[in-house]
C-alpha cells in the first residue's frame, strides 16, 4: 500500500508540474500540440536550421508539435494553414492526426519496408534538415537504455548521410548518461559543425539533451570524381 500511495502522490505532483508548466500553457495559447515545440523553435532559433524552401524530414513526430512548429515556419506569413514555402515529411509509430501540408507515414522507422517508403516519400531529393524526437522506451536498465537510444541515434544519422544535403543538418534527441560521448563522437567524425543543446524548454530534472550536427564531413577520397 505504501508503494501505491506514493506513486500518486508522485503523479498528482507531476500532474500539478505539467499543469503550471509555462511551456504547456504557451503551448495551449499558440495551439501546439505539446510543449516539445519550444524545444526545436529554441534550437532553430539559436542556429537557423529552418529554411524557406526546404524539405525537412520529423522522426517520431507523433503528436506532431515539430512538425507543427516547422510547418508555421516553413509558411510565409507563419500560419498554421495556408501557403506552404517548403516540404515537411513525418513519421512515427504511433498515429498523428493530419496537419495541413505534412505528409504523414506511420511506421517503424528501425525496419526496412518503412525506410524504403520514406525513402519513396523523398523521391531522390536532397533533404535540407532531419529532426528526430525518437527515444526507445525506457526499461531503466542503463546498459539497456543506452544501447537503444545509441541505435536510434544511429539509424538517424545514417538517413542523414545518405540524404543531407551537404550543408544539411541533423537534429537528434539523446540523454546523458553510459554512451553519450560516443555519439557525440560519431558526430564529430560525421559533421563539421557539432553542437549539443539543452532547451529552456526541456525539464530541468531531465537528463534529456539535443545535438545538432551541421555540414556533412566529405568521405576519404570523395573530392576526386
Known amino acids: 500500500m505504501k508503494v501505491k500511495t506514493k506513486s500518486k502522490k508522485v503523479n498528482k505532483a507531476w500532474l500539478n508540474d505539467h499543469v503550471n508548466d509555462t511551456y504547456v500553457k504557451l503551448a495551449q495559447k499558440e495551439g ?4 516539445a515545440a519550444y524545444k526545436l523553435k529554441e534550437i532553430d532559433e539559436a542556429l537557423r536550421l529552418v529554411k524557406p524552401g526546404g524539405l525537412v524530414v520529423d522522426l517520431g513526430s507523433a503528436p506532431g508539435a515539430w512538425s507543427q512548429y516547422l510547418r508555421r515556419r516553413l509558411s510565409p506569413a507563419g500560419a498554421a494553414v495556408g501557403e506552404l514555402n517548403g516540404t515537411i515529411i513525418a513519421l512515427d509509430m504511433l498515429p498523428m492526426e493530419p496537419i495541413e501540408g505534412v505528409t504523414f507515414l506511420q511506421g517503424d522507422f528501425r525496419t ?4 524504403a517508403q520514406l ?3 523523398v523521391a531522390g531529393r536532397q533533404v535540407d ?3 528526430s ?5 525506457l526499461s531503466g536498465v542503463e546498459s539497456t537504455d543506452a544501447a537503444r537510444i545509441e541505435h536510434l541515434v544511429e539509424l538517424a544519422l ?12 541533423l537534429v537528434v534527441k539523446l540523454f546523458h548518461g553510459s554512451g553519450y560521448s560516443q555519439l557525440v563522437d560519431l558526430f564529430r567524425s560525421t559533421f563539421s559543425v557539432v553542437k549539443p543543446i539543452k532547451p529552456k524548454a526541456s525539464r530541468d530534472k531531465s537528463s534529456e539533451t539535443f ?8 568521405p576519404a577520397g ?4
Open 32 to 35: 501546439y500540440r505539446a510543449r
Open 112 to 115: 526496412a519496408e518503412v525506410l
Open 119 to 121: 525513402q519513396q516519400a
Open 129 to 131: 534538415l532531419v529532426v
Open 133 to 137: 524526437d525518437m527515444a526507445p522506451n
Open 158 to 169: 545514417e538517413f542523414a548521410q545518405t540524404h543531407l544535403k551537404p550543408e544539411g543538418a
Open 211 to 218: 545535438l545538432v550536427g551541421m555540414n556533412l564531413k566529405r
Open 222 to 225: 570523395a573530392e576526386q570524381s
